[in-house]
């Protein structure tokens, strides 16, 4: 077949997913452009009457256009002059311009509106979606998405107004024309079309070019990403040079894809001009032997058709690149998608309210379906009270506290606040009444005190300032030249990990929470500053509810309550001093090294 109705097909299915909001505009857009192009069109025809009047030739209005213009200055009582009829043609030209202009303007605010409306919502489902999905997207792919992919899909509303623009006007320019001419008229609309044949092998070529590089340019973006959260690895490693080549390979890849494509673009519009004029050529050949041949309307016509010429070309460059933004339409819906599939469960609405105690009954759970692995919990925690947990790496720890965040969902048993299950809770309740703390803490490029605000506008200058104090970190950050307006850098990374570790406390307290997690917290900081954070959690005990997650028996000392975990159950619990006693015990033997 001619044409791939199965790619068609699917482009408009892509179209209608993705711009089922923008058809009312789009409409109006073509609707526009048909009486652009109507302007247009009788505005040159009055080129006839006006070479006519200026060669003192008799007007022979032979088709209706002319015929109409003639009418319209007999019935306005208005003198048949070129004055006159330079004037119509400016007045028609001008109201062109205006519609036109109002078109483009509209197709304008289209596509930006639309950019907007997806990149929120894409940003909002990303957010929205729940943990498990989260962990597994690549560094750098959303960004691609949301800034390149998002741009590149929402061309394709440009472009598909574009094309409603230049298919009206070529309707209207071939309506004029073959008024006046048929014959070449007819021939113009075959080249046309054959042309659109000639070159469709470069539109398929074109979008799969445009495919591999759209993957490559999320490949590309994710290891930069991944590079340079760890370039002081690569750094102290001395392997700039290696992960520089690595990423030159694919640097090489991309510009080789990006060549072709630029190289099949300029094949369809290089080729087009001097096909035009051969045509051009071809059909002044055929119409200068006839009787009936006319220099004024043979003048008009091949404006026209060389109008017609610029507007098929158009239709094809338009159509190419649809073609060439379809892989990028494709990538965003696809992610929005996946995205809504793996939004978080927010249905519970039960306020959060506890007074007595946390409880993991009989919760079980596992991270993928035939997973040997499974965690088994039944534990405690009075309000008010401290609790440590410890175990080897793997046993658990980590995966309590995203139970308790309601990050993960257990498949069997239950998590109850007050003998209420947290599912059935206001999640957004819930996680503003839980404060954490990270193993690695999350700074961003901006003031200490927007970190420990933490786009909270809830947390007063007051609290910021509080917090810093219960914190630790308060002296330090006065001790700045610019206190709490102190850059912090990116990824903090102006400040040491001991200060960044204590901002992220004092970013937890500002929000004044009644359960406090600390998840691994002061694991890979100095002394110092783990005795001071140590300080703070001595400070708030009995102040709040806390749970502390460690490698280091110091840290959990403390605790009223120390639960040890191995492959997913505790296995040991009581005071930290009766384990420590307990020379059998597992505490008590990583106390000793």
Do not use: C
Request: glycine share 6%.
């Amino acid at each position: 077949m001619f044409i791939n109705t199965k790619r068609v097909s699917s482009a408009i299915r892509l179209g209608r997913i993705a711009f089922k909001k923008q058809g009312g505009r789009l409409t109006l857009v073509g609707f526009l452009g048909l009486v652009s192009g109507l302007f247009g069109a009788v505005g040159i025809t009055t080129l006839i009457p006006l070479f006519s009047l200026l060669t003192n030739q008799q007007i022979a209005a032979t088709d209706f256009i002319s015929r109409i213009i003639a009418r319209f200055f007999e019935i306005t009582g208005t003198p048949l002059t070129p004055f006159y009829l330079m004037g119509l043609a400016l007045i028609l030209f001008v109201l062109k311009a205006a519609i036109q202009l109002t078109a483009r303007y509209l197709n304008a605010q289209t596509v930006s509106y639309f950019e907007e409306d997806v990149r929120r919502s894409l940003l909002k489902k990303t957010f929205g979606a729940d943990w498990p999905y989260l962990i597994n997207r690549k560094i750098g792919y959303l960004e691609n998405i949301i800034v390149y992919d998002v741009e590149r899909g929402a061309s394709i509303l440009s472009l598909a107004a574009n094309l409603l623009l230049s298919s009206s006007n070529l309707f209207v320019y071939a309506f004029v024309a073959f008024a006046i001419s048929p014959a070449v008229t007819w021939i113009t609309i075959i080249s046309g079309v054959a042309l659109f044949f000639i070159f469709k092998s470069f539109y398929s070529r074109s979008r799969k070019i445009t495919a591999q590089a759209a993957k490559l340019n999320k490949s590309i973006s994710h290891d930069i990403g991944e590079n340079l959260i760890g370039s002081k690895t690569i750094k102290t490693s001395a392997l700039e040079n290696e992960v520089a080549e690595n990423s030159n390979l694919s640097f090489v890849i991309l510009r080789n894809i990006k060549i072709r494509a630029a190289l099949l673009r300029q094949t369809l519009i290089s080729f087009n001009e001097p096909l035009g004029f051969l045509l051009i050529a071809l059909i002044f050949l055929f119409s200068y032997q006839k009787p009936a041949f006319s220099i004024a309307s043979f003048a008009v016509v091949i404006y026209l058709i060389q109008k017609m010429f610029g507007f098929i070309q158009a239709i094809q460059t338009q159509i190419h690149m649809i073609y060439e933004s379809l892989p990028y339409l494709s990538s965003v819906l696809n992610y929005q998608a996946l995205a809504q599939q793996n939004q978080e469960d927010t249905s519970g609405r039960r306020p959060f309210n506890f007074s007595k105690n946390i409880e993991f009954k009989d919760v079980e759970f596992f991270y993928k379906l035939n997973d040997q692995k499974k965690w088994h919990l039944d534990l405690s925690l009075n309000k008010g009270k401290m609790a440590g947990i410890v175990g080897p790496s793997g046993s658990g720890k980590t995966t309590i506290v995203d139970l308790l965040l309601r990050l993960l969902t257990p498949q069997k048993g239950q998590i109850l606040i007050d003998s209420v299950n947290i599912n059935d809770m206001d999640l957004a309740k819930l996680r503003k009444n839980i404060g954490y703390v990270a193993q690695e803490s999350f700074l961003f490029n901006d003031t200490i005190e927007a970190n420990i605000r933490f786009y909270d506008r809830e947390v007063t200058n007051d609290r910021i300032i509080e917090a810093a104090k219960i914190a630790n970190i308060y002296d330090t950050i006065q001790n700045f030249p610019e206190g709490f307006q102190t850059l912090a850098g990116e990824r903090g990374m102006k400040l040491s990990g001991g200060q960044r570790q204590r901002i992220a406390l004092a970013r937890a307290l500002a929000k004044n929470p009644q359960i406090l997690i600390l998840d691994e917290a002061t694991s890979a900081i100095d002394n110092e500053s783990e005795r001071l954070i140590q300080k703070s959690i001595q400070n708030l005990k009995g102040r709040m509810t806390i749970l502390v997650i460690a490698h280091r028996p110091s840290t959990v000392m403390q605790a009223d309550s120390l639960f040890v975990l191995k492959d997913g159950e505790i296995v040991e619990q009581g005071k930290p001093s009766d384990l420590l006693s307990n020379q059998d015990s597992y505490f008590a033997k990583i106390s000793q090294n």
